[in-house]
C-alpha cells in the first residue's frame, strides 16, 4: 500500500483506490474518497478517476481490503494495558507454571509495590485447583500479590497483600485459603489497583489503547464502576483518549441511579450511560453467576448481588433522565431478574420509553426462549463476547464442568437472539478474552454449537455497526457517504460470503446477490492483518514497513 508523503490533517481530501471498499451502498466497490472526516463517496474504480486530481491524497490500496473499523462493546481498558506490560498468566499450562512465571516477574520487578497479573485458568491445569495461598506467598517472596482469574470475578492473593486491607477476613467472599469473591475481591483489588501510579496507569491506558489501534478497532466501550476500579481511572482515561489521537472511548459507569441527581453525577463523570458491569451476579468460572439450578460441580447456586426491585428502580430512574442503563448478567436466574426487573419499570415509565433507551446487558449467556424473547420485547441490546464460547464451551470445556453438558449446550444463543430481532453488540471483555475482532467474528460463525451459529456477515456487523448501535448512534460502523470515516484496511485473500449452514438462503452466497464479500474465517485460515487503523479520517495506526 502507497500513499503520499504530505502531512496529515483532518479536513484533507483522500481517495482510496485499487483495493475492496466494505460498503452497502456499492457491493463492488473499489475506491473510497473521504473529507472532512466523513465518509464522501464509494464507487468503481473507473469512476474514481473523476476524482484524482482534486483530492490532496491518493492512496493505493494494492487490492488490500477497507472495511469500517471494529467496536469493541465491553473493554476493561487500564487492567488490559496492565496486562498487556505486567504478568500474562493465561499461557501458564500447569499450576507449576504459573508458580515459575510468579517468581520471574517478581524477580524481575523488584520495585514494584504490589505485583499484578491476570489469566490464571485452573480449569485447563491437571491440578484443576488454584494455587494455595501458601504456594503463592512462597513463589511472591512475601509481596503483595494480586492474580485475578481469568473471568475477573475472584483471585489469588498472597497475605502480604491481605495485610493491607483492614477487616478483610470478616467480609463476605473471603476464604482462608481459596481465591477471594465478592466483597472480599472488591476489597483487595482496590488495595492493589491504589499502589498503581498515575504514570503507570496512563501508560497502561495508552498501550491498550494502541494495541486496540493495531487490530483495527476503532471505538471501545469503556466498562468501569465502583467495584471494578476507581473515579480516577475512569476519568483519566476519557481524558486521555480524547487529547491523543487513538479510539475512541465511550464510558460506561456501573452505579445504580435512584434519580435525576445520580444521572447527573454519571454524565458528569463523562459516561454515556449507567451501565456495563453493574453486577447482577457473577461467572460461571467462579461459581458465582446466579442460577435456577444448582451447578454440576458445586452444591449452591451463586451469588444475586442485585433483585428484580432494585433493577426496576434503576430502570426507571435511568430512563426518566434519560440515560442508558444496563446491568451485567450471566446465570439464568440473573437474566430472569434482569427482565422481571426491566418489564416493571416499563409499567411505570411506559413501554416506549423503554424500548427507545436501548438499556444493554453484558454477557447474556445463559438465555432461555422465554428470556430472549423479552429482551426483544423490551428493546435490551445483547452486548455479547463470542471468545466466551471459544475458550469455554465444547462438551469438554469449563461450561459444562460447571452446568452439565445439557445446559452448556444452551449458553450464547446467537442465531435465536438474531432471529428474534435482539440487537448484538460484540466485545471482547478484554482482559478476560483477549482483543481480538476478526477471532471474535470467527467465534460465532463457527460457534461449538452448531444451533447458536450465525453467518459471518451478521457477525461483522454486531462487531462494527452492533456497537455503534449499542451508544444509540445508527449513522456510524458502516462505509457510506455521511457516516464518520472510521475504518481499516486489511491485508487478506480472496473475500467470500460465508454462511453458517444450510438454513441460509443459497442465493445470498451466490456474487451476483451484490453481497460484499468478507475474508474466509474458516477454522484455519489466516485472518486479516490490519496495515492502517483511521478514526474520523484521522490515522491512528500504520503497520511498520508497509
Same mark, same amino acid.
Given at each position: 500500500?502507497?500513499?503520499?508523503?504530505?502531512?496529515?490533517?483532518?479536513?484533507?481530501?483522500?481517495?482510496?483506490?485499487?483495493?475492496?471498499?466494505?460498503? /452497502?451502498?456499492?457491493?463492488?466497490?473499489?475506491?473510497? +474518497?473521504?473529507?472532512?472526516?466523513?465518509?464522501?463517496?464509494?464507487?468503481?474504480?473507473?469512476?474514481?478517476?473523476?476524482?484524482?486530481?482534486?483530492?490532496?491524497?491518493?492512496?493505493?490500496?494494492?487490492?488490500?481490503?477497507? $472495511?469500517?473499523?471494529?467496536?469493541?462493546?465491553?473493554?476493561?481498558?487500564?487492567? $488490559?494495558?496492565?496486562?498487556?506490560?505486567?504478568?500474562?498468566?493465561?499461557?501458564?499450562?500447569?499450576?507449576?507454571?504459573?508458580?515459575?512465571?510468579?517468581?520471574?516477574?517478581? !524477580?524481575?520487578? /523488584?520495585?514494584?509495590?504490589?505485583?499484578?497479573?491476570?489469566?490464571?485458568?485452573?480449569?485447563?491445569?491437571?491440578?484443576?485447583?488454584? /494455587?494455595? #495461598?501458601?504456594?503463592?506467598?512462597?513463589?511472591?517472596?512475601?509481596?503483595?500479590?494480586?492474580?485475578?482469574?481469568?473471568?475477573?470475578?475472584?483471585?489469588?492473593?498472597?497475605?502480604?497483600?491481605?495485610?493491607?486491607?483492614?477487616?478483610?477476613?470478616?467480609?463476605?467472599?473471603?476464604?482462608?485459603?481459596?481465591?477471594?469473591?465478592? !466483597?472480599?475481591?472488591?476489597?483487595? &483489588?482496590?488495595?492493589?489497583?491504589?499502589?498503581?501510579?498515575?504514570?503507570?496507569?496512563?501508560?497502561?491506558?495508552?498501550?491498550?489503547?494502541?494495541?486496540?489501534?493495531?487490530?483495527?478497532?476503532?471505538?471501545?466501550?469503556?466498562?468501569?464502576?465502583?467495584?471494578?476500579?476507581?473515579?480516577?481511572?475512569?476519568?483519566?482515561?476519557?481524558?486521555?483518549?480524547?487529547?491523543?489521537?487513538?479510539?475512541?472511548?465511550?464510558?460506561?459507569?456501573?452505579?445504580?441511579?435512584?434519580?435525576?441527581?445520580?444521572?447527573?453525577?454519571? &454524565?458528569?463523570?463523562?459516561? @454515556?450511560?449507567?451501565?456495563?458491569?453493574?453486577?447482577?451476579?457473577?461467572?460461571?468460572?467462579?461459581?458465582?453467576?446466579?442460577?435456577?439450578?444448582?451447578?454440576?460441580?458445586?452444591?449452591?447456586?451463586?451469588?444475586?448481588?442485585?433483585?428484580?426491585?432494585?433493577?426496576?428502580?434503576?430502570?426507571?430512574?435511568?430512563?426518566?433522565?434519560?440515560?442508558?442503563?444496563?446491568?451485567?448478567?450471566?446465570?439464568?436466574?440473573?437474566?430472569?431478574?434482569?427482565?422481571?426487573?426491566?418489564?416493571?419499570?416499563?409499567?411505570? @415509565?411506559?413501554?416506549?420509553?423503554? #424500548?427507545?433507551? &436501548?438499556?444493554?446487558?453484558?454477557?447474556?449467556?445463559?438465555?432461555?426462549?422465554?428470556?430472549?424473547?423479552?429482551?426483544?420485547?423490551?428493546?435490551?441490546?445483547?452486548?455479547?463476547?463470542?471468545?466466551?464460547?471459544?475458550?469455554?464451551?465444547?462438551?469438554?470445556?469449563?461450561?459444562?464442568?460447571?452446568?452439565?453438558?445439557?445446559?452448556?449446550?444452551?449458553?450464547?444463543?446467537?442465531?435465536?437472539?438474531?432471529?428474534?430481532?435482539?440487537?448484538?453488540?460484540?466485545?471482547?471483555?478484554?482482559?478476560?478474552?483477549?482483543?481480538?475482532?476478526?477471532?471474535?467474528?470467527?467465534?460465532?460463525?463457527?460457534?461449538? $454449537?452448531?444451533?447458536? #451459529?450465525?453467518?459471518?456477515?451478521?457477525?461483522?456487523?454486531?462487531?462494527?455497526?452492533?456497537?455503534?448501535?449499542?451508544?444509540?448512534?445508527? =449513522?456510524?460502523?458502516?462505509?457510506?457517504?455521511?457516516?464518520?470515516? =472510521?475504518?481499516?484496511?486489511?491485508?487478506?485473500?480472496?473475500?467470500?460470503?460465508?454462511? /453458517?449452514?444450510?438454513?441460509?438462503?443459497?442465493?445470498?452466497?451466490?456474487? #451476483?446477490?451484490?453481497?460484499?464479500?468478507?475474508?474466509?474465517?474458516?477454522?484455519?485460515?489466516?485472518?486479516?492483518?490490519?496495515?492502517?487503523? +483511521?478514526?474520523?479520517?484521522?490515522?491512528?495506526?500504520?503497520?511498520?514497513?508497509?
Amino acid at each position: 500500500m502507497t500513499e503520499s508523503t504530505a502531512p496529515q490533517s483532518e479536513h484533507r481530501t483522500v481517495l482510496l483506490r485499487g483495493g475492496d471498499v466494505h460498503s /452497502p451502498a456499492d457491493p463492488f466497490a473499489t475506491a473510497m +474518497v473521504v473529507e472532512r472526516g466523513h465518509v464522501a463517496w464509494v464507487g468503481s474504480e473507473g469512476a474514481a478517476d473523476a476524482f484524482a486530481s482534486g483530492v490532496d491524497e491518493v492512496i493505493d490500496l494494492r487490492g488490500a481490503l477497507v $472495511t469500517p473499523a471494529f467496536t469493541d462493546a465491553h473493554v476493561h481498558t487500564t487492567s $488490559t494495558g496492565l496486562a498487556l506490560t505486567g504478568l500474562d498468566l493465561s499461557g501458564a499450562r500447569t499450576l507449576g507454571d504459573a508458580l515459575a512465571l510468579v517468581r520471574a516477574h517478581v !524477580a524481575a520487578h /523488584p520495585a514494584d509495590r504490589v505485583v499484578l497479573g491476570h489469566g490464571w485458568d485452573a480449569t485447563r491445569w491437571p491440578e484443576g485447583r488454584p /494455587p494455595s #495461598r501458601a504456594e503463592l506467598d512462597e513463589a511472591a517472596a512475601g509481596r503483595p500479590v494480586y492474580l485475578p482469574r481469568i473471568d475477573v470475578h475472584s483471585a489469588a492473593v498472597t497475605t502480604a497483600l491481605l495485610d493491607l486491607v483492614p477487616g478483610v477476613t470478616a467480609m463476605a467472599g473471603y476464604h482462608p485459603e481459596g481465591p477471594l469473591t465478592g !466483597a472480599a475481591h472488591h476489597a483487595v &483489588r482496590a488495595a492493589a489497583h491504589s499502589a498503581v501510579s498515575p504514570a503507570q496507569r496512563a501508560e497502561a491506558q495508552r498501550a491498550a489503547l494502541r494495541h486496540a489501534a493495531s487490530l483495527g478497532i476503532g471505538t471501545v466501550h469503556e466498562c468501569g464502576g465502583p467495584d471494578i476500579s476507581d473515579e480516577e481511572d475512569f476519568t483519566g482515561l476519557l481524558k486521555l483518549a480524547a487529547e491523543q489521537p487513538g479510539p475512541r472511548v465511550f464510558g460506561y459507569w456501573a452505579e445504580e441511579v435512584a434519580d435525576e441527581k445520580d444521572a447527573r453525577r454519571i &454524565r458528569e463523570l463523562g459516561a @454515556v450511560g449507567a451501565a456495563g458491569d453493574l453486577f447482577v451476579d457473577g461467572s460461571l468460572g467462579s461459581h458465582t453467576a446466579c442460577l435456577h439450578e444448582p451447578y454440576a460441580d458445586a452444591p449452591h447456586t451463586g451469588t444475586a448481588h442485585l433483585d428484580a426491585g432494585r433493577i426496576a428502580a434503576h430502570v426507571a430512574a435511568c430512563t426518566e433522565a434519560g440515560l442508558q442503563a444496563g446491568f451485567h448478567a450471566i446465570g439464568d436466574a440473573a437474566l430472569s431478574a434482569v427482565v422481571e426487573g426491566v418489564r416493571a419499570a416499563a409499567g411505570k @415509565v411506559g413501554l416506549g420509553r423503554v #424500548r427507545a433507551a &436501548r438499556h444493554r446487558v453484558e454477557h447474556a449467556e445463559m438465555l432461555t426462549p422465554e428470556t430472549i424473547a423479552a429482551f426483544a420485547e423490551l428493546g435490551l441490546t445483547a452486548s455479547v463476547q463470542p471468545a466466551f464460547d471459544a475458550a469455554w464451551g465444547g462438551e469438554e470445556g469449563m461450561y459444562a464442568q460447571r452446568l452439565g453438558s445439557g445446559r452448556a449446550a444452551t449458553l450464547n444463543p446467537y442465531a435465536a437472539l438474531l432471529r428474534a430481532g435482539v440487537p448484538l453488540a460484540f466485545g471482547s471483555d478484554s482482559p478476560v478474552t483477549p482483543l481480538d475482532p476478526w477471532g471474535t467474528v470467527r467465534a460465532a460463525a463457527f460457534h461449538r $454449537t452448531l444451533a447458536h #451459529r450465525v453467518s459471518v456477515r451478521a457477525a461483522f456487523t454486531a462487531h462494527t455497526r452492533g456497537g455503534w448501535r449499542a451508544v444509540g448512534r445508527d =449513522d456510524a460502523g458502516t462505509l457510506v457517504p455521511g457516516a464518520p470515516a =472510521d475504518y481499516a484496511v486489511w491485508r487478506t485473500d480472496e473475500l467470500v460470503v460465508q454462511a /453458517p449452514d444450510d438454513r441460509v438462503a443459497r442465493w445470498s452466497t451466490d456474487p #451476483r446477490s451484490g453481497t460484499p464479500g468478507l475474508p474466509d474465517l474458516s477454522p484455519g485460515a489466516d485472518l486479516p492483518v490490519c496495515l492502517r487503523t +483511521v478514526v474520523l479520517g484521522q490515522t491512528v495506526y500504520v503497520r511498520p514497513n508497509e
